[in-house]
């Protein structure tokens, strides 16, 4: 372990202010002490924020709720309001770590894990994500669980957070501060970066600026459900998981939510996807065609080619699942 300089903010502000000069916010350090161990990261400060009055659920004038970012994850999944009306949104929690890790795991901090690779945790292989230029040890390694969609000849590593799935399924936006005092919310879309050709950029937030909240729209009428396929029944990440929503009219899909992990550098979403859904009628075929579309740009590198099959037989499944009702 590297010194560093450790100060506990007492309000967002000062927190903001004292980050953008190099430091680095920790709240409950699931994944960056780990980092810190293994001197992946090695930051000169941290500033603790557990202090900032950001640990409320709250509802908004127009029927959704705004989530403090220092919720932690047992909380927000066991809400009474989260079950009720965003169970894709617990679902998705209950299915990550371990209730231990849920009990200190924070929602901002959920948000801003760094993307998963088994070279990026390894100082002695090169990574581009730890040193830009140094080279992708994973393209022609051990792959088995990094992406197939939204990758590039620089980094394949996969974004590990069910939650922020099934804030992307659900249209959740982020709120943020900057050390100027100024603010802006995000949608999870414009808040994480592909890797490109620089994956050691993860996020479009600027130094200092923090997560405050997130704010869920609205219920979402229709069925919601989640389905993460791992390796084990607990305390993994996903090889594929699905968040959906589905909303049926007559016979037909009104709307249909979906976003997808395991298989990108970011929660994935796929709007072509949702449009050849809408106003069809549910069918085996229209859902093959449905992930036809979504895997048309899927690349494997060997490890990990059979996520492309498999993500295929997950949405279809998850499909059927979300229109029982009209196909009975």
């Known amino acids: 372990m590297r010194p560093f300089d450790y100060t506990r ?11 953008a000069s190099g430091g680095t916010f920790i709240a409950g350090g699931t994944n960056l002490l780990d980092l810190m161990k ?6 000169e400060a941290l500033i603790d924020i557990n202090r900032l009055d950001l640990g409320a659920i709250e509802e908004t004038d127009d029927g959704g709720l705004r989530i403090g970012a220092l919720v932690s994850n047992s909380d927000l999944a066991n809400d009474a309001r989260i079950r009720k009306d965003w169970p894709v949104l617990s679902r998705a929690l209950l299915a990550g770590a371990s209730g231990q890790l849920r009990n200190k795991a924070t929602t901002g901090g959920n948000l801003l894990q760094r993307t998963r690779c088994l070279y990026f945790y390894d100082r002695a292989m090169p990574c581009n994500k730890r040193e830009p230029g140094a080279g992708c040890s994973a393209k ?4 088995r669980i ?29 709120e943020t501060l900057n050390e100027d005092g100024s603010t802006r919310r995000l949608t999870l879309d414009d808040l994480y970066l592909l890797p490109g050709d620089r994956p050691d950029q993860e ?17 979402v009428d229709g069925k ?20 959906g929503i589905a909303k ?14 395991g298989l990108a550098p970011k929660p994935w979403r796929n709007a072509e996807v949702e449009a050849l859904l809408t106003g069809e009628a549910p069918s085996e075929d229209l859902f093959n065609k449905a992930a036809d579309l979504l895997l048309a740009d899927a690349q494997g590198y060997g490890a990990n ?24």
């Open 9 to 19: 903010a007492d309000t967002s502000e000062s927190a903001a202010r004292q980050a």
């Open 38 to 43: 293994l001197e992946v990261m090695a930051p």
């Open 140 to 143: 022609d390694g051990f792959n």
């Open 146 to 174: 990094l992406a197939v969609l939204g990758t590039s000849e620089h980094c394949i590593a996969t974004h590990p957070s069910d939650m922020a799935v099934a804030m992307r399924a659900l249209g959740a936006e982020v």
């Open 203 to 219: 996020t479009v937030l600027e130094p200092g600026e923090l997560i405050t909240a997130v704010v869920l729209p609205a219920p």
């Open 224 to 243: 919601q459900t989640y389905r993460k396929v791992r390796d084990r029944a607990s305390y993994a990440f996903a090889l594929v998981s699905v968040a």
């Open 248 to 261: 049926l009219e007559n016979g037909r899909i009104a709307c249909a939510n979906l976003a997808f992990g």
């Open 305 to 328: 080619d059979f996520k492309i099959p498999l993500a295929r037989r997950t949405l279809v499944s998850v499909l059927n699942e979300l229109t029982q009702e009209a196909q009975q």
